[in-house]
């Protein structure tokens, strides 16, 4: 394959704005971007200084062709590039994941307009409102307007001469109150199409320009006694007061903005935008996109700030963004709000982008489990500051009993689930007393020494359960087998749950909320459950072969054996001497049976 020689196409390629397509050595369309200057932009990716990620180093080793489209300003490269890729939807870019079909409201270009809902847009010079991400906020819409005016819902063509050669008759809606009948000219074209302006300020969310209007009408039709038109007017008030009461959610005096916020995820980032007007949300939507070349949230925002105020034809000149955009544009003004009205709907818009998100997600790891595990391992990963995933994770815990009886259990998670076929406790053998530290040592140093001597293969993650000084002694351990530098080690801390990572001072915290630290508290409860267990079945059994030994000719390693044979003080019990003989000699048989029978012996057994 022929070496794209990128350095002659650079000096073909200007320091203006506008937009460039990458092409692969089957002439297909890969790649379509931005840029404020197209040859420092398209240069960026050949630059061997530049740090890019794998996906956009096997991009770039598919161009064979760069062609590029200059324009006037960075924002009609914006324009230009979103209309382009809905248009190619090369491999490369980001995918829009919004492939249906939004209602929106037309108001149709005839005499006497129509008001309905449609699907499909068609350029005959009507006028479209939307599109509605919500169809039900639509139909609500809609009810208002079918409530609050009396409009036409038939498709006669009301042109002058029809109407004055009496061409049609009034229909039922007429009689019920629904329309005022232009048909037979019962209401004059200028009188309807006052209706249809207010119906317009509706729709763009100026509802206090309509209701102030009425309030004049109505104390005219106080003044001048016409109460039946007063009693319409305050109707129509009220109604229109009630839906604006219901839709403000700021301050009225935030006017024409665009708001957008976003949330992402390794291969998925969501987008929320909310439209205001007179502190009124007049549409809201959220997007998904599907990463191609790990886009960053700036570069992702963009997309979809330019994707929905082409959808919207949005002309706002103010847009609230969490972080600021990388764009010049004497016409459009960027803010990022950190208190006040701005702020809590930045804030509303965050809430809607991150439920959106959470339901997204949880019906993808619904329908394929292993997105999840795939997602969580890596929050995990970029969580504990790691290199690698931690797929294999394993968790000490020490158990005792004012020094007696000491137990150290090893709990395993393997793609963040239990594995307990791999779970182990280790019976302490060579500390003496109370020694936390001592303990911990012991049990990593076997663990580990056993899992070097068979080959197997290290877990990426060990967590020691317990503070500063128990993470060091498992790292004592661990430097002794010269693998303290394969494997990620915490320490978690139980009154704040904070991890330590050893040589560090300083505490790491995460969000009580964070999934890995919850992974992190499921591995150290099931430690501490297990090693509970354990500890008690090993008390139970010293504290029952210390009872045995009471019975004469009976020691400790003899005791031990039985309980290892019978399992439990209840079978030896109830064992014949020829059975117990399988064990213990006659002698020994003899006296258990005796000791067992305080109807015989007079002596009180074990209950």
Known sequence: MDKFDYKEALKNIPHKPGVYQYWDSEKQLIYIGKAKDLRNRVGSYFNKDTQINAKTRVLVSKIRNIT????????????LENSMIKKHQPRYN??????????????????????????????????YLGPYASVSMMHTILGLIK????????????????????????????????????????????????????????????????????????????????FELAHRLKRKQDLLENYQSKSTVVN?????????????????????????????????????????????????????????????????????????????????????????????????????????????IDQYEKLNPEVRTERLLTLMMKDLRM??????????????????????????????KP??????????????????????????????????????????LIIIDGGKGQLSSAMKSLRLLGIDKQVTVIG????????????????????????????????????HRFGITAHRKKRDKGTLATELELIPGIGKTTAEKLLKYFKSVKKIREATETELQEVVNLKQAKAIAQYFKPEVSGVTGLQ
């Open 252 to 360: 009225s005096s935030i006017t024409d903005v665009d708001v957008f916020s976003i949330a992402s995820e390794e291969k998925y980032a969501f987008v929320n935008y909310l439209k205001v007007m007179n502190g009124t949300i007049t549409q809201t939507q959220t997007i998904e996109l599907k990463k191609r070349l790990d886009e960053t949230d700036e570069e992702l925002l963009s997309i979809a700030i330019t994707e929905f105020r082409t959808r919207y034809n949005s002309t706002s000149k103010e847009v609230i963004v969490p972080f600021n955009i990388d764009l010049e544009d004497e016409k459009l003004k960027f803010t990022v709000p950190k208190l006040g009205e701005k702020r809590k709907l930045l804030d509303l818009s965050q809430k809607n982008v991150m439920f959106f998100k959470k339901e997204k």
């Open 387 to 416: 290199n690698v995933l931690p797929r294999h994770i394993e968790c000490f815990d020490n158990s005792n009993f004012q020094g007696a009886y000491p137990v150290s259990a090893i709990v395993v998670f393997k793609d963040a």
């Open 68 to 79: 590029f489209t200059i324009v006037d300003t960075e924002v009609d490269a914006w324009l």
């Open 492 to 527: 978690i801390a139980k009154r704040l749950e904070e991890l330590y990572y050893p040589g560090d001072q300083y505490p790491l915290y995460l969000d009580k909320r964070s999934e890995t630290l919850k992974v992190i508290q499921q591995l150290r409860d099931e430690a």
């Open 147 to 226: 409530e609050t005016y009396a409009l036409r819902t038939c498709n006669l063509n009301l042109t002058r001469e029809n109407i004055e050669k009496g061409k049609f008759k009034v229909c039922l809606e007429y009689q019920l109150g629904n329309c005022k009948g232009p048909c037979q000219d019962f209401q004059s074209e200028a009188d309807y199409d006052q209706n249809i302006a207010e119906i317009t300020d509706v729709l763009n969310g100026k509802i206090g320009n309509v209701v102030r209007g009425l309030k004049s009408d109505l104390d005219k039709a106080v003044s001048e006694l016409n």
């Open 419 to 460: 594995s307990k076929k791999d779970y182990r406790f280790f019976n302490v053998k060579t500390v003496v007393g109370p020694d936390d530290f001592a303990t911990m040592e012991e049990a990593v140093h076997r663990r580990y020494r056993r899992m070097l001597d068979e080959g197997t293969e290290l877990p990426q």
């Open 94 to 127: 980001v995918m829009l994941k919004d492939d249906k079909t939004y209602p929106w409201i037309i108001i149709k270009n005839e005499n006497y307009p129509r008001i309905f809902w449609t699907r499909r847009i068609i350029k005959d010079g009507s006028k």
